[in-house]
T-cell receptor, first 112, second 116 residues
Framework: GQSLEQPSEVTAVEGAIVQINCTYQ??????LSWYQQHDGGAPTFLSY????GLEETGRFSSFLSRSDSYGYLLLQELQMKDSASYFC?????????????FGKGTKLSVIP | GAVVSQHPSRVICKSGTSVKIECRSL??????MFWYRQFPKQSLMLMAT?????????EQGVEKDKFLINHASLTLSTLTVTSAHPEDSSFYIC????????????FGSGTRLTVV
């Protein structure tokens, strides 16, 4: 089966940097992705790591270590609008199709 | 980029009735779509994988006779909640990925179902 662990809540100050960690146990692994979800909305794709290392997209970066089954999402220059839930998700194969398994989400609160 | 259109965004229905939710991939062909449900402040739980032209694959614990999935074309998948009960009230979300897209999935905007 699949399981992912990430912190349930994080609070950070506007302008600061925050790191959200994710560890996983999975059978079948193609990549680790991150999604942002604001209250009442659908998840939106942020980043995807298939290989070890750091991927940077603007203020957001994501890291993967396949040997450690670990990844993190790094948010820099935090803004109030970054307050949302962040989910890590393992992209794996099952029943002949790709699928995502989500962590329980980390609620990020950005304070002034 | 890839867009998945989901309708309706909100629906309120009476207990015992059925509700159909549609998801369309607007600018790509989605041979596979995924249906999730999400309870407040919880993660997305995969309900079923919808395959074009064949039967859906349901996750353990999901009643296939209650949550009917049809994927009749490469751009349309539907989820019908039959004989809805208040405990079916939830946020239902579909997702798909263009086969040429190598990273993330695109999600529909979600459907907030309230059964009264």
């Amino acid at each position: 089966g699949q399981s992912l662990e990430q912190p349930s809540e994080v609070t950070a100050v506007e302008g600061a940097i925050v790191q959200i960690n994710c560890t996983y146990q999975t059978s079948g692994f193609y990549g680790l992705s991150w999604y942002q979800q604001h209250d009442g909305g659908a998840p939106t794709f942020l980043s995807y790591n298939a290989l070890d290392g750091l991927e940077e997209t603007g203020r957001f970066s994501s890291f993967l270590s396949r040997s450690d089954s670990y990844g993190y999402l790094l948010l820099q220059e935090l803004q109030m609008k970054d307050s949302a839930s962040y989910f890590c998700a393992v992209d794996s194969s099952g029943a002949g199709s790709y699928q995502l398994t989500f962590g329980k989400g980390t609620k990020l609160s950005v304070i002034p | 980029g890839a867009v998945v259109s989901q309708h309706p965004s909100r629906v309120i229905c009476k207990s015992g009735t059925s509700v159909k939710i549609e998801c369309r991939s607007l600018d790509f062909q989605a041979t596979t779509m995924f249906w999730y449900r999400q309870f407040p402040k919880q993660s997305l739980m995969l309900m079923a994988t919808s395959n074009e032209g064949s039967k859906a694959t349901y996750e353990q614990g999901v009643e296939k006779d209650k949550f009917l999935i049809n994927h009749a074309s490469l751009t349309l998948s539907t989820l019908t909640v039959t004989s809805a009960h208040p405990e079916d009230s939830s946020f239902y979300i579909c997702s798909a990925r263009d086969r040429w897209q190598v990273d993330g999935y695109t999600f529909g905007s979600g459907t907030r179902l309230t059964v009264v």
